[in-house]
């Protein structure tokens, strides 16, 4: 590894940047000024005091982004300096995420969602207008070309799912400077982009706003939209921190009996038991132990955790020192993908209200409870949604997964023991508190219990989050988000996001549950039902779906880094009629490359990379004569 110096300088803008996150060096040792003669001899600061700083690597490159908005030689040598990380290392790092730029970028980016929910909302017509009266979109390789940048230069790009689905096609906006602003969008015309990419501030698209539901219908989305998100008095006068309060009564032990009796499953797509999560790691003699909030929420199609964390972020807080309780942590980390900056101000503003009030932090409530809780954001990176990802995302490294076993619970955040739950799965915590685990139990079915979030959009006449029992058909639900959009003819339903399978519509009337997606071969997944109609082109979105995995592949396997490119080029082939050896051949070939990718990847990416494209052949049968795309 490299690990000279680099020799170019950082700009003022740059070095405040990284002062700013770091603080002020304190010797040359670590940035500073050079010439003092103390310097020469020795260093005030040990390695190992060194060392433990790697993980603010990821947040220092994110500082000089927002700031100037790329990050240039000179200011990743100052990073390198100022965390002692060689520069081959940090290159490695500020080239793996999709947000961050290392050649010159305009300090305007206007990112344009061109995945699948998207798509089936006008996606491609709005792309095709900016390319004809705009230009061609900015390009995302780290090894692009130099170009001029001028003060007040915009530039637009495009993007995979921004979780705006239900305001679809929608926009990501970046304004970089002393006072950096970050906006998502939606929905949005032509118009509307070339407006912004002239200097117009978009208002945020992310309006917190009552679900489609009554309020007597809900439970994890009972004060969306009509508690006040800001407030922490309002969020106590409709019973928040009452779990809080129960949990510290009662003890770990009974917390942890309470959601494994609830039979919780996560809901982040793995549905593995909650209380058999929680119980290994309180059973972990290595201390510290950790716990992560996992809202990297980047499934093609969700947004359901973005509606929790915007509309109800003390539930969420709450639900962590509880589990934190339960479990022995005494740190947590939030990790919220990068494209969700409202999402982060609503959470960061209940940790701070929640530390005035005692609430996180030490001596919780007078009980000797200490946990303290920090926000990461993501850098644009689909596989940091994996749990192994994400701690080395966290700890400053590249987002590549890790052998398992160990698992978490026993090797995880910096080595330690570590809890990880999903965002709706923590949600649940605060009403298994209060109505007990075996009342949670009773709702929904035997295998799948509570309530679901469910992702409603595409060609549905109400998009949005729905919340109802497990056990409900996927053909009531659509009803409840209007049916299909000029009553036309349903094509397919996608269930479980880009890593799920499409539904025929002779299957719609399927259950809503664990065991009975799992007998018609399918997934719930994150909880994405996206819904296409006649006028949808599902060869289009299956060539989408194949290109966002091999866009998203970390390249750390050889079955998903090389499969997921051999899959696309030969819908590619198939799609331009250019096919080797005949269709049949190619159809063979992809079920080869996808059985390779399922049973030799390291992590779910790989492992799920082919079910879209398996559904659409063996399912949808799209490539036959007379099949659904036909």
């Avoid at 999709?98 to 344009?112: D, E, F, G, N």
């Avoid at 915007?310 to 022995?328: C, L, Q, R, V």
């Avoid at 023991?417 to 965002?423: C, F, G, Q």
């Amino acid at each position: 590894m490299d690990i000279r110096l680099v020799e170019a300088e950082p700009t003022v803008e740059e070095r405040a940047a990284i002062d700013a996150l770091l603080g002020v060096p304190a010797s040359s040792w670590d940035g500073g000024p050079r010439g003092r003669l103390r310097d020469a001899h020795t260093s005030n600061v040990g390695g190992r005091d060194t060392r433990s700083k790697r993980h603010l690597l990821l947040p220092s490159l994110q500082a000089l982004q927002a700031r100037v908005g790329w990050i240039s030689e000179g200011g990743l040598g100052y990073v390198c300096e100022r965390l002692n990380v060689p520069p081959a290392d940090a290159w490695g790092v500020a080239t793996f995420y999709a947000l961050l730029a290392t050649s010159p970028r305009a300090k305007r980016v206007v990112h344009v969602c061109n995945d699948i929910a998207c798509k089936t909302r006008g996606a491609d017509a709005l792309v095709a207008s900016l390319k004809q009266h705009i230009g061609p979109p900015h390009g995302h390789a780290p090894h692009a070309l130099p170009v001029e940048v001028r003060e007040g230069d915009a530039v637009w790009m495009t993007s995979p799912c921004l979780g705006l689905c239900e305001h679809a096609p929608a926009v990501f906006v970046q304004q970089a400077g002393a006072l950096p602003r970050e906006h998502l969008h939606g929905p949005v015309t032509a118009d509307d982009v070339t407006k912004i990419l002239a200097g117009a501030d978009p208002s945020d698209g992310t309006r917190v706003q009552a679900p489609l539901q009554q309020a007597n219908e809900v439970r994890l989305l009972k004060r969306i939209g009509r508690v006040d998100p800001e407030s922490l008095a309002a969020y106590r006068q409709s019973r928040g921190y009452e779990a809080l309060e129960k949990a510290l009564a009662i003890g770990p032990a009974a917390v942890i009996a309470e959601v494994t009796a609830s039979k919780l499953m996560g809901r982040g797509g793995a549905a593995f038991p909650t209380g058999r999560k929680w119980d290994a790691v309180a059973q972990q003699a290595a201390q510290p132990h950790y716990l992560v909030c996992n809202a990297d929420e980047s499934e093609p199609g969700t947004f359901k955790d973005r509606v929790l964390m915007e509309g109800d972020p003390f539930a969420i807080i709450e639900a962590m020192t509880i589990a934190a309780f339960a479990t022995g942590c005494e740190k947590g980390y939030v990790y919220i993908r990068g494209e969700y900056p409202h999402a982060t101000a609503r959470l960061q503003h209940a940790i701070d209200e929640a530390s005035r009030h005692h609430l996180i932090g030490n001596d919780i409530l007078g009980r000797g409870l200490n946990f303290a809780v920090e926000i990461r954001r993501g850098g644009g990176a689909y596989i940091c949604g994996e749990e192994t990802a994400l701690f080395e995302s966290i700890e400053g490294k590249r987002g590549e997964p890790r052998n398992k076993p160990p698992f978490p619970v026993e090797v995880g955040l910096f080595g330690k023991p570590t809890l990880v739950n999903n965002v709706e799965t923590l949600a649940n915590v605060p009403h298994i508190l209060l109505e007990g685990g075996e009342a949670f139990a009773r709702i929904g079915t035997s295998l799948s219990t509570g309530t679901r979030l469910f992702c409603l959009s595409g060609r549905v006449r109400r998009p949005g989050v729905y919340e109802v029992p497990y056990g409900i058909s996927l053909r009531e639900l659509i009803e409840m988000a209007g049916g299909v959009v000029d009553d036309r003819t349903i094509s397919a339903v996608l269930l479980g996001g880009a890593a799920g399978t499409f539904i025929r519509p002779d299957e719609i009337d399927i259950k809503l549950t664990h065991e009975d997606t799992r007998a018609a071969n399918t997934t719930l997944g994150s909880g994405v039902v996206l819904v296409m109609d006649d006028t949808t082109d599902l060869h289009d979105i299956v060539l989408r779906v194949a290109a966002f995995f091999r866009d998203e592949s970390c390249g750390q396997c050889v079955p998903c880094r090389v499969g997921t490119v051999r899959q696309e080029e030969a819908l590619h082939r198939i799609a331009r009629n250019r096919m080797r050896g005949g269709l049949a051949t190619e159809i063979a070939l992809l079920d080869e490359v996808g059985i390779t990718m399922k049973d030799a990847s390291i992590c779910g990416l790989g492992q799920t990379a082919y079910a879209v494209v398996e559904s659409a052949i063996k399912r949808l049968r799209l490539y036959e004569p007379n099949g659904a795309g036909e």
